[in-house]
């Protein structure tokens, strides 16, 4: 006997739905199957290429088909709970999804690019001692709709779609978006991966998929599949160079240690001299940022074709580290930088509102734990 399925209640979100799945539920609304590939087409590039989330705006479709829409499916992004503008032009969203969770997602902008944080999860399983956001527990994998839809709030608030007045050719005040917000996101590989190729096709968002970067804390089994399903950059929660201290900074790092990450890694299809790796490492004060870790970085990465991204740590309240001295930052880039690999330091953005790298955490997630009970955390490794 077959059970037959079980269909959603109310109308279905279009957001977040691949080509085919977009084809599979108009054919399953009553498009005629001579109608689909067509109509997937323009309803496609009415949402993610025009900004549109009325059907009644979709002017080159017939009235009847645009009511049939209208009665089976809605276009729905994350809703804007509020919005922080650093003093640094960085802008912090704070957005609610299904069940009444909320996220955190980051727009930074530069001189020659506008980047997108994008969260994965609500919350975080990894309790990184280092970071703010792994102090508050999962609660669960966002869909594909929600991460792609964290995208879609940032160009509505940026004026970026054509029926805001931009030109189809926009001048691209979001040009790349990372995988670094809330969240570890290859514990969420089927719904980043759907997102990514929403954002990347070239009749709606158009990304390049060397403008997306994802990064992992070391999720070993699903590197590989990153390159061969999703195609993006892709960088690495690093942050030591021993496993006695990444145990404790990166905890994921007691089941894939720092040999097994780095054999993934020289493994990589997609590394190359165009293509990097980027290797992640927050400068935490008397922890990890000795000459003795930089040289022993060094060594690790020999044959990886990467560069190192230094991170000032950033402080958040109960925070048990402190940011390694500027002058001890340099002198841990000199090392690499002599030794032929590019050691950006990254500038902090948008500390004031929160914003900077490690400090997202959902307005949602009261309980703060106590210095205290962090360094018990720790301690207890």
């Known amino acids: 006997m077959t059970i037959p399925r079980k269909l959603p209640e109310g109308p279905t979100n279009l957001v977040g739905l691949t080509r085919d799945g977009l084809a599979e539920a108009l054919r399953a609304a009553g498009t005629p199957e001579r109608q689909v590939k067509m109509r997937t ?14 059907f009644e705006a979709m002017t080159n479709l017939a009235k009847p088909y645009r009511t049939l829409l209208a009665e089976n499916f809605v276009i ?47 919350g975080c399983t990894l309790t990184c001692s280092f970071c703010h956001t792994g102090t508050q527990k999962l609660v669960r994998n966002l869909t594909a709709g929600e991460i ?37 996101p290859l514990y969420n590989f089927d719904n980043v991966r759907d997102a990514m190729k929403i954002a990347m096709d070239p009749e709606g968002i158009s ?27 892709l960088a690495i929660s690093f942050h030591a160079t021993t496993d006695e201290v990444r145990d404790k900074l990166v905890p994921i790092n007691r089941k894939w240690n720092i040999e097994k990450l780095l054999k993934a890694l020289k493994e ?13 490492y927050v400068m935490l004060k008397d922890v990890n940022d000795s000459d003795e870790d930089a040289r022993r970085l060094i060594r690790l990465i020999e044959g990886i074709p990467a560069k190192i991204n230094l991170i000032p740590f950033n402080e958040w309240p109960g925070s048990p580290y402190q940011r390694s001295d500027w002058k001890r930052i340099k002198a841990f880039a000199d090392i690499i930088y002599k030794a032929g690999y590019a050691s950006p330091i990254r500038t902090p953005r948008g500390e004031d509102i929160m914003a900077a790298c490690g400090q997202l955490k959902s307005a949602t997630e009261r309980a703060r734990k106590s210095r205290a009970e962090i360094e018990a955390d720790i301690a207890r490794g």
């Open 41 to 54: 087409g323009q309803v496609w590039q009415w949402i993610y290429e025009k900004g549109v989330r009325d």
């Open 268 to 280: 990589y299809p997609k590394a190359s001299n165009s293509e990097r790796i980027t290797f992640e």
């Open 207 to 233: 990304l390049s998929r060397r403008r997306i970067t994802l990064s992992t804390s070391g999720v070993v089994p699903e590197i590989a599949r990153t390159a061969a399903e999703i195609g993006c950059m």
């Open 148 to 184: 792609v839809g964290q995208i879609l709030v940032a160009r509505d608030d940026l004026g970026e779609w054509p029926v805001q007045g931009a030109p189809k050719n926009e001048t691209r005040l979001l040009s790349n978006v990372v995988l670094m917000g809330m969240g570890e």
């Open 76 to 122: 729905a992004v994350p809703e804007v709970v509020s919005r922080n503008v650093s003093t640094d032009g960085t802008r912090k969203y704070l957005v609610r999804i299904a069940g009444g969770h909320e996220v955190e997602v980051v727009y930074i902008p530069e001189t020659d690019r506008g980047t997108l944080c994008v969260s994965s999860q609500v």
